[in-house]
Structure formats: structure tokens, C-alpha cells
T-cell receptor, first 117, second 111 residues
Framework: GAVVSQHPSWVICKSGTSVKIECRSL??????MFWYRQFPKQSLMLMATSNEGSKATYEQGVEKDKFLINHASLTLSTLTVTSAHPEDSSFYIC?????????????FGEGSRLTVL | QKEVEQDPGPLSVPEGAIVSLNCTYSNSAFQYFMWYRQYSRKGPELLMYTYSSGNKEDGRFTAQVDKSSKYISLFIRDSQPSDSATYLC???????????FGAGTILRVKS
């Protein structure tokens, strides 16, 4: 069964509104979660690292005020796209490390497809 | 130059064929090498994982890493239509969980 649950799986919103995407680790606690964005026919781009109990770490070029990340508990991280615009339309995917240590083995959620009209 | 280069394909093969997927990279600090499989509109799924150079086999899948050439490969034997997906190579360095992904190769296995 799924290890990482992401919700909603797809969302359509009007330009200017905010959208919240949830990522839940189902089987274990995760002090760190990762948020990726994937445009059609392109690779996954790391947006930010979500840290439980502290501020998220954003990658270069990612606006922290635009993409708000909250790691509320050891099993939940949320990504809020604020004042969404059509160029924010993308596939957003969260991931959780499979094991302790930096090994690169990740469980991915099913992704959330955002369409901004 | 991208850190990781991967031919996007699509790659079309008949059922039963041996498939070879490849990535090259430029960052010598990469230590962890992975292949993820992604079906349409789904999240990626870890397929193979290798630390440093060498080969690893798991069923019909074999992963090879040649750090001296900065080149990794994934071989799929006896390919099946269910193998049709996008295959993403991914690499990590000291901070292994911060992966750099290739663009993904679309594979189509025809029955």
C-alpha cells in the first residue's frame, strides 16, 4: 500500500486564489520531507526541504513567500501556493526518505496536479 | 550543461527485447545513483539503487554505475508492456536525499 499520501490529487483554481496541498507519511515519522515540481515532459525539480519544527529550506529561485511550507507534525507537511497564476500550473510531488541518513532513497506521493485558470 | 543528461526518447521496443537506458552526469561528488519508474500522472517509484560504482541486479533489472566515465545504465531484460513508463535516473551526493533527476526516458514496449 501507499507509504506517502498526497491530497488533493488534482485541483483547478482561479488565478489569484491560494491552494493547499497536503503530504502525509503513513507508516513512519518523517522529520524531513521534500517538495518537487514537475512540468510536462520535464524532470522533477526540487523546490524545498520541509523540516519538522523549523523553517523550510528553499532551493535557489523558489519564492518562499509564494510557496509556503509548513511541517506541522512528524507525519504531515503542507505546501500552499499563494496567489496562484497560470504559470504555477504544474505537477507537485512530495517525498519522504525511506530510511535515516542521506541515501537518496525516497518514497514519493502520487502527486497533485494544479491547474490555474 | 545540465548536471544530469538523459535522452527523453521515446524509446519503442517489441515485447521481449532488452532495453538499455542511460544517463551521464558532470558532478563527480555524486555517490548515490537511482532509477525511478514513473507511470503517467503518478509519483515516481524507486526501482534500483546503487551506491558508488558497480552493478546491481534485481530480477529483470540490472543497474550499472561507472563513476570514472560518469555514466549510469539500466538494463531491462525480457521487457513487458507493463514496463511502459518514464524512467528517471537520479543522483545524490553528500546530502544524498537532495536528488538531481534526469529528464526521464519514455519507454514503450509493444506487444
Amino acid at each position: 500500500g501507499a507509504v506517502v499520501s498526497q491530497h488533493p490529487s488534482w485541483v483547478i483554481c482561479k488565478s489569484g486564489t491560494s491552494v493547499k496541498i497536503e503530504c502525509r507519511s503513513l507508516d513512519f515519522q518523517a522529520t524531513t520531507m521534500f517538495w518537487y515540481r514537475q512540468f510536462p515532459k520535464q524532470s522533477l525539480m526540487l523546490m524545498a526541504t520541509s523540516n519538522e519544527g523549523s523553517k523550510a529550506t528553499y532551493e535557489q529561485g523558489v519564492e518562499k513567500d509564494k510557496f509556503l511550507i509548513n511541517h506541522a507534525s512528524l507525519t504531515l507537511s503542507t505546501l500552499t501556493v499563494t496567489s496562484a497564476h497560470p504559470e504555477d500550473s504544474s505537477f507537485y510531488i512530495c517525498s519522504v526518505p525511506r530510511r535515516a541518513g542521506n541515501t537518496g532513497e525516497l518514497f514519493f506521493g502520487e502527486g497533485s496536479r494544479l491547474t490555474v485558470l | 550543461q545540465k548536471e544530469v543528461e538523459q535522452d527523453p526518447g521515446p524509446l519503442s521496443v517489441p515485447e521481449g527485447a532488452i532495453v538499455s537506458l542511460n544517463c551521464t552526469y558532470s558532478n563527480s561528488a555524486f555517490q548515490y545513483f537511482m532509477w525511478y519508474r514513473q507511470y503517467s500522472r503518478k509519483g515516481p517509484e524507486l526501482l534500483m539503487y546503487t551506491y558508488s560504482s558497480g552493478n546491481k541486479e534485481d530480477g529483470r533489472f540490472t543497474a550499472q554505475v561507472d563513476k570514472s566515465s560518469k555514466y549510469i545504465s539500466l538494463f531491462i531484460r525480457d521487457s513487458q508492456p507493463s514496463d511502459s513508463a518514464t524512467y528517471l535516473c537520479a543522483m545524490g551526493g553528500k546530502y544524498g536525499n537532495k536528488l538531481v533527476f534526469g529528464a526521464g526516458t519514455i519507454l514503450r514496449v509493444k506487444s
